[in-house]
């Protein structure tokens, strides 16, 4: 799993309300990544990192905020929740480097299940 | 942009028989990285392969292979004598790499049910 851990697991909020979903990763790698999955939509990116204090836009990013103070940990937030952020979000890190010669992978968290009523 | 297109949004097969998984990708890129991932019902998301643009050699992994063809421009997964283990949801997925930036372009999967 890479050392890959995202909180809560589950959440169901009401339209308006502020939400922060937290990635947390073990390795010290330096990409993370925030993806929404929704049915007939496959898997969107949000938000990536590529170190501390540096992140930029995925394909779906309206509405969403994004923060990384420490290489361990990338947080999502939606300032202002609302029904079409109901999905499942999942965190990825980038494993492998090339200069170190091994094959990049993506490996997941095992995703937060994010209800907006 | 990169576009991913996975035609069947769901295949329901015998056990023991083979299975094959369509993907279809579209890039401007020379050097661009193909996965495959497979999310079982409990919702996880399993790193099964990656294949670089510059090696079309099939590969093949106990009961599964993949099929790269960049003239087609498809990288289709064959599960071979399935198992009910294999009933999942599986996405075909797309990158250019940047120095170990992976961003992934995502098909919208295909879900497999094995019937016993």
């Known amino acids: 799993d890479a050392g890959i851990t995202q909180s809560p697991r589950h959440k169901v909020t009401e339209t308006g309300t502020p939400v922060t979903l937290r990635c947390h990763q073990t390795?010290?790698?330096?990409?993370m990544y925030w993806y929404r999955q929704d049915p007939g939509h496959g898997l969107r990116l949000i938000h990536y990192?590529?170190?501390?204090?540096?992140?930029d836009k995925g394909e779906v990013s309206d509405g969403y905020s994004v923060s990384r103070s420490k290489t361990e940990d990338f947080l999502l937030t939606l300032e202002s929740a609302t029904s079409s952020q109901t999905s499942v979000y999942f965190c990825?890190?980038?494993?492998?480097?090339?200069?170190?010669?091994?094959?990049?992978?993506?490996?997941f968290g095992s995703g937060t299940q994010l209800s907006v009523l | 942009a990169q576009k991913v297109t996975q035609a069947q949004t769901e295949i329901s097969v015998v056990e023991k028989e083979d299975v094959t998984l369509d993907c279809v990708y579209e890039?401007?890129?020379?050097?661009?990285?193909l996965f495959w991932y497979k999310q079982p019902p409990s919702g996880e998301l399993v790193f099964l392969i990656r294949?670089?643009?510059?090696?079309?050699q099939n590969e093949i992994s106990g009961r599964y292979s993949w099929n790269f063809q960049k003239s087609t421009s498809s990288f289709n997964f064959t599960i071979t004598a399935s198992q009910v283990v294999d009933s999942a949801v599986y996405f075909c997925?797309?990158?250019?790499?940047?120095?170990?930036?992976?961003?992934?372009?995502f098909g919208t999967g295909t879900r497999l049910t094995i019937i016993p």
């Open positions: 890039t401007r890129d020379t050097t661009y990285y």
């Open positions: 990825a890190i980038s494993v492998g480097t090339i200069s170190s010669g091994t094959n990049e992978k993506l490996f």
């Open positions: 294949r670089n643009s510059f090696d079309e």
């Open positions: 997925a797309l990158s250019e790499p940047n120095f170990g930036n992976e961003k992934l372009t």
């Open positions: 390795e010290n790698h330096r990409y």
């Open positions: 990192s590529y170190g501390v204090k540096d992140t």
